[in-house]
């Protein structure tokens, strides 16, 4: 343990901890902007760039940044000197120099950590006024970038190579004319992003956003022509209440209901419903390409991998296209209750397809984009017209007089509102694989579970393995979130040396409720933890806890699909993939 | 414009001297540079490709360096002068002219292929401020009225 002394206290911690965590940890918070660090995830980025977290230290000539300095024995730090608050406001300042600063029509405002340091340094002028970036602005379906608004602190850089090993984005040109853009200057349309945004959800500034669709749900929501149905995801109902002061980790599963009819939604279900029908047909997708397996069939594509996540869709797509054969079939959540919206509900209801407009609350931004696959639509109409994120929807909300905090609770509508807790737990990482282990198992030895619980496939840990006995039968799982983890599986498949049976992946950290189309967090991983323990409560609290024992799934299939991978099934349920590797790279 | 296909396998032969190793790129750039004059987007995605490295890796770093070019250099590459003490004297004004009378930007080429002009910083030779070069030749105290007789020395 070292000892040293920060505005006078003293203060011990371990050797390797930056002067910055040593402040925090009594209770100092030092101003810092580029440094993000999310404890127990891979994100992190510390290029000490921005110079706003410098401190005095005793002896030393230069100011030193804290992020980026270690403690040491004996050593005497200032946070707040003349000299050092003095500097930080310069620096703050000179940022702003280079700056839009429209923060009154800014999509971040209010969000912005710029703008939050400006307001906390009590810069009250523009001091220094000189020559204005003019770089890239681009809007794709998923993300929309004004690179006007970047302030260089690198994050995104960090989270598209370090954490995804997308590789798009980077530092180009020096000086001046420096930016963080993809290869070539391209847009982001014509390069191997995913859209899976994370490079969004940690932006401290406007750069990095959404696609805002809040206008074209409220032109639907006014148009009395459409029927407006919504469907939210398990991820959602853990998160939306931090836009609305509540604490990280409260459950608003009766408020979201609620919230969603008052904005004037004619239908309001739930992608958990969908999350149910994903573990039926990926569940039979499994079974039967294991009993291939076990039958004798070494050609059999092994792992089966989950495919609920559209980054990781697209990941596999651009760098993996030898090995489409080994994702599921299966489509997400979200589209297979647009498929099945569009078609047996609105037929039973006598709605024209082309009158209703199905919307998904997502947490992610790469749903978006999802909704554009042109495979998801029918003449041209998609299955999920659009989707919103969990903060476009909090905008939304207030945007519309409604009182968050003093909404009754309210349930979903039936039929496709009614859902498993192992629906519910599709927004953790793991939470795929356990809901679909809970079915499979079930399935495939006819015996009840004991105790429903996988708790290996459960946590931060990038990549999680378990073993589970199949009535004999040894089925070896693998549970990964962030792509680069994700690229360290594919890479031993393609080597033919990944030995496992199902691989779940989730492009980010912490799966769903890490997704991009989240509340920000900031930074603070304890957020990311309250979800995750939300969605499990969640799941405890549901009365059914089993996809195959939700009584509306085994209507629709009684009704209406038949069985599943049936005919029906098939043809509503299941996808393909396409080669999108890059064709100059 | 086209890069031919030997050219891109004389790209690989660089990487592969060096290894492959993206520790190298710096090193396989210059070589590349040097061999083929400039480093389009072809050789850059063969490099990438060679060393593993994500292309906007390789794309950041060759932006970077002001040596790195991504068009062909003239047949006469023209380098003026923008360190502290040929600035100080008055080199920005010379650049001005240069890119007056040859009627292109910094990094850019003559549409005849004849000039390219860049900026760099110090040549050794301070005391003949302000300096450009041209090829190998160096031109010292230079007054922006004698650029248009110099590029007319090439122009025959």
């Known amino acids: 343990m070292i000892t040293l002394t920060i505005d006078n206290r003293a203060v011990t911690v371990p050797r390797g901890t930056t002067v910055l965590d040593a402040a925090a940890s009594v209770g ?13 995830t891979c994100v992190k980025n510390a290029p000490a760039s921005c110079r706003l977290c410098v401190v005095e230290i005793e002896g030393r000539r230069n100011l030193a940044p804290s992020c980026a300095t270690l403690v040491a024995e004996g050593m005497i730090v200032r946070t707040n000197s003349e000299r050092v608050v003095r500097a930080r406001k310069t620096v703050a300042e000179l940022i702003l120099s280079d700056h839009p600063n429209d923060c009154l029509t800014c999509p971040k405002c209010s969000d912005c950590e710029l703008q939050r340091l400006v307001i906390r340094f009590n810069i009250r002028r523009m001091t220094y006024k000189g020559e204005q970036s003019q770089r890239k602005h681009e809007e794709t ?21 370090q954490v995804q090993s997308v590789g798009v984005l980077g ?24 859209y899976c945004g994370q490079c969004v959800a940690v932006c401290p500034t406007g750069a990095l956003m959404e696609r805002d669709n809040t206008d074209r749900l409220l032109d639907d929501l006014y148009d009395p022509e459409k029927i407006v149905i919504a469907q939210p995801a398990p991820a959602v109902r853990v998160a939306l209440g931090e836009e609305f002061g509540l604490e990280p980790g409260t459950i608003v599963t009766g408020k979201l209901a609620s919230s969603l009819r008052y904005l004037g939604f004619d239908y309001v279900f739930d992608t958990d419903f969908g999350a149910d029908l994903t573990i039926m047909e990926e569940g039979a997708e499994i079974l039967h390409r294991l009993k291939a397996f076990l039958g004798g069939d070494k050609r059999v594509e092994l792992p089966i991998m989950t495919s609920c996540c559209p980054a990781w869709v697209n990941f596999f797509e651009h760098n993996y296209p030898d090995l489409l054969e080994y994702p599921s079939s299966a489509k997400s959540p979200a589209q297979m209750f647009g498929a099945v919206a569009k078609t047996y509900w609105a037929e039973k209801m006598g709605i024209p397809r082309e009158k209703l407009v199905v919307v998904s609350i997502m947490p992610c931004l790469a749903k978006k984009y999802e909704c554009e696959r042109e495979e998801f639509s029918l003449n041209g109409n998609p299955d999920v017209d659009y989707s919103l994120s969990t903060r ?7 945007r519309s007089n409604i009182d968050f905090m003093t909404l009754p609770d309210s349930d979903f509508d039936t039929p496709m509102g009614e859902s498993s807790g192992a629906a519910a737990i599709f927004g ?7 809901a679909a282990l809970r079915t499979v198992y079930e399935v495939y030895t006819g015996k009840t579970l004991p105790r429903l619980e996988f708790t290996d496939v459960r946590g931060l840990q990038g990549i999680k393995e378990a073993t589970i006995d199949l009535a004999g039968f040894p089925l070896k799982v693998c549970v990964a979130h962030t792509l680069s983890n994700a690229r360290i599986l594919m890479d031993k498949l393609r080597a033919g040396e990944l030995d496992y049976h199902v691989v779940e992946v989730m492009a980010c950290p912490g799966g769903c409720i890490g997704g991009a189309g989240q509340p920000y967090h900031h930074g603070n991983v304890e957020i990311l933890k309250a979800r995750t323990r939300a969605i499990y409560r969640e799941d405890e609290g549901k009365p059914v806890r089993k996809s195959h024992e939700n009584p509306d799934i085994q209507q629709l299939y009684k009704v209406f699909l038949g069985e599943p991978l049936g005919e029906r099934s098939e043809k509503l349920l299941h996808t393909h993939y396409f080669n999108k590797a890059s064709k100059s790279s | 414009m086209k890069v031919s296909c030997e050219a891109l396998r004389k790209v690989e032969d660089i ?35 060679k060393l593993g490295v994500p292309p906007q890796k390789v794309y950041g770093v060759v932006t970077f360096y002001s040596f790195f070019s991504m068009v062909p250099k003239g047949k006469y590459p023209v380098s003026v002068c923008l360190g502290t003490a040929c600035y100080v004297r008055g080199s920005d004004k010379v650049l001005e002219e240069f890119k007056r009378v040859l009627g292109i930007e910094v990094g850019q080429t003559t549409p005849d292929g004849k000039f390219s002009l860049d900026c760099l910083r110090c040549v050794g030779a301070c005391g003949l401020a302000p300096v450009a070069t041209i090829g190998e030749k160096v031109y010292g105290r230079l007054n922006p009225s004698d650029i248009k007789k110099i590029i007319a020395e090439f122009e025959e």
Request: include cysteine.
């Open chain 1, 171 to 194: 530092a180009v040109r020096r000086g001046f004319d420096a930016t963080i853009a993809p290869t070539f200057d391209r847009m982001f349309k014509d390069t191997d992003c995913t």
């Open chain 1, 428 to 434: 953790a990482t793991g939470g795929v694989m356990e």
């Open chain 1, 28 to 40: 100092i918070n030092i101003p810092a902007l580029c440094h993000m660090d999310l404890k127990g």
């Open chain 2, 15 to 49: 990487c592969e001297q060096f290894g492959n190793a993206p520790g190298e790129l710096i090193s396989i750039l210059h070589e590349c540079q040097n061999t083929l004059g400039y480093l389009p987007e072809e050789v850059q995605a063969v490099i990438a490709r």
């Open chain 1, 141 to 161: 379906a998923a993300i929309s970038r004004n690179m006007d608004k970047c302030i260089l602190c690198r994050r995104c850089e960090s989270v598209c190579n």
């Open chain 1, 392 to 398: 476009e929807l909090a905008r939304l909300i207030k």
